[in-house]
């Protein structure tokens, strides 16, 4: 009977906002945000749960708990979890590109110059931010055409901003001579880079310095190729 009635008082004090000594309890309070506040809120924590957990095993309840909201208000942000994944990822690759392009905005800094900044830029953000970086470039969803879309996004404003930025510089006689070539030799030294950055990432063998040497020379060595005009392999035989 004692047990039945310390119940019953917990109860009533529950009921009246009291705890069991009569004393009167503060309520919980939810901290309100602004709409943009509470977005870039949900954002964040999506990035976080993305980059630590696969897609599938990610779980909405889990993100309303930690912003300490419900479920139902994450869903008027962002519908499905899908759309959280995608938004989230959007959000990763407008950073990476903005972390490039401070450091290569100052056209009175010679072009090579220009690159190793760039690099370097590129590979401190992505050292900064390994996860989200690993999931940006492996997608969460598969061929997923909306994913695959923001990472050849990515891709594509790299390979823009080389071509725009080559102008007036001592590339400029090749891209006017063959751009198709200077764009193909661009587009697959991305594609190096990005998996030459996911490598040191997971195993951190080589110097920061060096892969970022490594990188210049390939580009460097790939755009040499191509100024050179076809190999003797490739010319028809006589």
Do not use: C
Request: hydrophobic fraction near 40%; proline fraction near 4%.
């Amino acid at each position: 009977m004692a047990i039945i009635r310390g119940l019953r008082r917990r109860r009533r004090a529950a009921a009246s906002g009291a705890d069991e000594g009569g004393r009167t309890r503060r309520p919980r309070r939810r901290i309100r945000l602004e709409n943009d506040q509470r977005r870039a809120q949900l954002l964040a924590l999506g990035v976080q749960a993305f980059s630590e957990r696969t897609y599938d095993d990610v779980s909405i309840d889990d993100i309303a708990k930690a912003a300490g909201i419900s479920k139902g208000l994450l869903y008027h942000y962002f519908p499905t979890k899908r759309d959280l994944y995608l938004a989230g990822l959007r959000a990763t690759a407008a950073e990476l590109i903005a972390s490039t392009t401070a450091a290569t905005s100052n056209m009175d800094v010679p072009p090579l110059e220009r690159m190793r900044a760039g690099l370097d830029a590129y590979l401190d953000h992505v050292s900064r931010h390994a996860r989200p970086f690993v999931a940006l470039m492996r997608g969460g969803i598969g061929s997923d055409p909306e994913v695959v879309g923001v990472i050849e996004g990515v891709r594509a404003t790299y390979v823009e901003r080389f071509l725009e930025k080559a102008e007036g510089t001592p590339l400029s006689g090749l891209l006017l001579s063959n751009r198709p070539l200077v764009r193909l030799a661009v587009r697959g030294w991305i594609g190096f880079v990005e998996a030459a950055s996911l490598e040191w990432l997971q195993k951190q063998e080589v110097e920061r310095t060096t892969l970022r040497d490594m990188l210049v020379d390939a580009l460097l060595a790939s755009l040499r190729i191509g100024s050179a005009g076809p190999s003797s392999s490739s010319r028809p035989a006589g």
